[in-house]
Every structure is written in C-alpha cells, then in structure tokens.
C-alpha cells in the first residue's frame, strides 16, 4: 500500500512540474506544449553537461 501511495504522490509531482514547465515556455517563448525536439538545441553527437571544458 506504502508504495502505491508513492506512485501516486510521484505522479502527481510529476504532472505538476510538467504544468509549471508547459507555463515557464509559454511565457517565455509563446508556443504552448512545444515538441521535445524543438527543445534539445543540442547538435549531432553532443551531449548535456554540468561540466565546463577548460
């Protein structure tokens, strides 16, 4: 029962974060649910880092 309560206390975090993130865009961009695509700018080959190149 404990992690059937998790799951749904996940979700739901989940789907509030998306909400705040869908807001964040449309604020600042003007589109509303863009694509994933339209939001990795990343080119070929190129991965996400924290860590600057020195």
């Known amino acids: 029962m404990r992690r059937l309560r998790f799951l749904d206390c996940?979700?739901?975090a989940q789907s509030?974060?998306?909400?705040i993130m869908e807001a964040v865009l449309t604020k600042t961009t003007g589109n509303?649910?863009?694509e994933d695509e339209?939001?990795?700018t990343r080119e070929e080959?190129?991965?996400f880092s924290i860590l600057r190149k020195d």
């Open 38 to 40: 339209e939001l990795d």
């Open 16 to 19: 509030v974060v998306k909400d």
């Open 32 to 34: 509303y649910r863009m």
């Open 10 to 12: 996940y979700l739901a």
């Open 45 to 47: 080959g190129e991965s």
